[in-house]
Every structure is written in structure tokens, then in C-alpha cells.
């Protein structure tokens, strides 16, 4: 049987080869719907996915609820309470897509009082946001349950995989749809049916592999009251942790839609989506090492986990740091050859973008622990209160600086309410409010080297002219190695830093 180690191993790879695809593939397809559209349809598609995601806080929750009900059972081989959960989560999936559904056609008749500025005249407003509205409820009236199945299975590379094919023939699609025959609603009816296809298959991989989980054994099985009843609690907690979290850059993003107009939208959403690729691949990291987590959380005592929890955020951290500078260094470059210099935004803007993504990597460590401890319910009110922070902020910055004020936004309710108060909580609730000290000041030195360290890359960055790919791409490397050994120059000395490096090469040489 194969150790925890090699399965994480496995997920990791076919989690980055996915999350790498899906960073490139929306610079391809998004530089194709300008040049062949417009920047307006560009602003639309953004637009609608920031609705859909708010719509989509119907089923935060559920999956990871269902899922950390499932390890228990998993590990004791009992297939038919495996079985139970899973039928609840097929039936909560398929009230979850009817409520997606029903909201969408609530929401339809405002759309043209949401956004603002220059609507594309050849769209429809509604039927081109239905075909937004069946992409995101398909999966769940099909086979969603599944995907959890597999990764509570420690098998989620089947989904990466099947996610990496699906996403790839999505981008390839639309790409060839722009290229010889450019209509937005083409552009968009490939995306329930790669969403469709991607449902399927999982489905059949995971029928496959585990035929006693089949959805026609699923039938007769109900899962008990009182296990029902807990479940509601932890989906609770986990709805409201969680919605903050995928709501972030939608409600800036629908924000700036209302009162900058569609253009503002297409602008402030390309710098979004350069820093969620960046995101999405240390994500894979961070998610690999929730289950060992949760396992230590278990066995181990909570001394010790701190001193783990210390040792994950200095390896994060540096990682976090040398992306920060990377990005930086290429940002407005690459954004000038991708889009063009009239949707480039001032040099201010990309700097308060790189302050979002790093202040969103602190807290991702501890919220692995916050997964691993189920503690999701107690923090509640730190998600609502960053949400409303967010929100106010965005409101009021928005109407004095467009853009940039939903940045400010961003960066300001992140920090204040998710890292500083979230980490106070998490420390009250778990590892014990004297050890946040320790925490603090482990963040305090990381982000005073990462300010360094950017400006350091920035400038020897600097150096290179910009004025095509082959330049961009040599600007790429240099930022790259002069983060790195600045990153290790300046961290190595410290002895919890070396400490964890040494605990990751002997995690990376591990066989088993």
C-alpha cells in the first residue's frame, strides 16, 4: 500500500502540472477576447464569473464537511458509512444546483443595473449569463459528490488529472472559437459543456476504481441524525469561514463594475488573475498538507504542532517572498505585452496588487490548521467582519480612486481583520494566546525581508530593458535568482529558518 507521503507526492504533481495550465491558459484565451471582441466582452465574462462565484457560496462547506466526516470511516475500512455521507452530499449537491439555478434567474433582470459603463450591443444580458448559470450548477446536479469521494480517497490526482484535460480542451476551445468565428455566445456555451464532460468523467474514474461506491448503491442509504445534525453545524461555520474567502475579489471586482464601469472591471480583473495563477500554485502546497496535519492535530500535542505550525510558515514564507518579487519585477511589463499599454494600470496599482498577494499568503498556513482542527464555527464573525470590511472600504475608496481604492480595499481588510485578528483566534482557540507572540514576530522578519528583497529585484531587474517576450522572459530569470539567493542570504542566518529547511530537504528525499 502506498505511504501518505507518495500519494502527497502525487498530488502535488498533477496539482501543480493542473494549476499551471490553468495559470497560462486565461492569458491566451483573455488576449484572444480582446484583439478579437474587445476589451467590453473581456470586462462582460469577468463580470458574470465574479456573480457566479458569489452564487456559488450555496455550497461552501459541504465538500470539506463531507470530506472530514469521511477520514474516520476511510481509515477504518467502513465502506458503508463511507457510502452514507456520500449519499448526503449527492443529495445537498442537487439543492445546491436548483438554488444556484433559481438564483440566477432572480438575479438576471438587474444585471443591467450591476454593471456600469459600455455593454457590448450583440449580447443579451440574460441569455448570455444563463449559459454562466448552467456552467456553474451542472456539475452539481451530475456527479461533484464523486470529486470529494476521490479526495477524501487521497486520490484527488484522478481529479487533477481529468481537471488538467477538461481545462486544457476549455482554453483550446474557446481559443479556436475566437480565432475563426468570434462570438461571445460561443465563447461561453463551451464552458457548461467542457464542465459537463469533466463531471462525467470523474464520475466514471471514480466508479472504476471504487465500484462499491457507485451511484446505485448510493440509493437506499441515509446517513444518521445525529451525524446529519453535525454536520449542519460544520457546514455552518465552514459557509461563513469560507465565503469571505471566495467573495474577496468578487465584491471588489462587482464594486468597480458598478461604479468605474466594464472597462475599470476588464483592468482591475487582469491584475487579479495574474496574482490567482500565482496563488493557485502555492495552493497546491499549502492543501497537500492538510491531511498530515489534521493527523498530527490528532496524535500530537499542541506544543508541538506550534512548533510545527512555526517551521510550514517559514517555508511558505520564503516561497511567498520570492513570488512577490518575481512578480514585482514582471508585472507591468508583462502586462503591457499581453494587453496592451492602454490597459495598464499605474505603477502604484502593481505595487499594492503584489502587498495583496503576499498579505493572502499569511494567513494560508494557519488556515490549514484552522481545517485541520475544525474550528471553523468559533471564527465566524472574523469572516463576517472582513467581509463587511472589504465592502465598506471598497465603497467608499471605489468612487475617489476606482481601482486603486478596491485594492486598498483588498489589502487593508486582509490584514487587519483576517491576519490579525483571525491569528488572535486561532491562537485563543487552539494553540494558546501566549504563543502568538512567537507567530508575530516570525511574520514581522519575513515581511521586512520580502520588502527587501522586492526592492532589491526590482531594481537589479530594472537593468533589463524592456521590449518583447525574449526580454520579459530574461527579466523573469534574473528576478528569479536574485530573489532566491537574497531570500536565502538573508533568512539562512536565522535559526528557525535553517531549521526548516532542513526539515523540508529531509521530507523531499523521503521514499516512504
Known sequence: MESRTERTKRNIVWGMAGRIVALLGPFVVRSLLVARLGADYLGLASFYTSLLQVLNLAELGFSTAVAYGMYRPIADADTTEVARYLAYLKGVYRVVGAGIIVLGMCLAPALSVLGSGAVPTD??????????????????????HKATLLTALQRKDVVDKVGLAVTSAQFALQAAVLVGAPSFYAYALVLPLCSIAGSVAVSKAADRMYPEYANANLRALRLSAEDRASMRTRVAGLVVQKASMVTRDSFATVVVSAFAGLLAVARFSNYLVVISGVLGILSVFASSMTAAVGNSVARESRQKNYGDLRVFVGLYASLSIVCAAVLLAVYQPFMVLWVGEEMLEPFGFAVLMVA???????????TVYVDATGVWWDLRWRAVAETAVNVVLAVVLVRALSE?????????????????????????LYFGSGLARGYYADHALYAAVGVVVCAVTYAIAS??????WLFLCVKLVVAGCVSLGSTALLLLPNKRFAAAVAFAKKALSRKA
Not at 495583496?356 to 494557519?366: H, K, L, N
Not at 486582509?414 to 491562537?427: A, C, K, P, Q, T
Open 356 to 366: 495583496y498577494f503576499y498579505v493572502r499568503t499569511m494567513g494560508d498556513i494557519r
Open 123 to 144: 449580447v443579451n444580458l440574460q441569455l448570455a449569463f444563463f449559459l454562466y448559470v448552467v456552467n456553474t450548477a451542472a456539475g452539481y446536479f451530475l456527479f461533484a
Open 404 to 428: 486603486t481604492g478596491a485594492a486598498i480595499a483588498l489589502v487593508a481588510s486582509l490584514f487587519s481583520v483576517n491576519f490579525l485578528y483571525g491569528s488572535h483566534l486561532v491562537f485563543k
Open 463 to 468: 537593468f533589463v530593458p524592456d521590449g518583447g
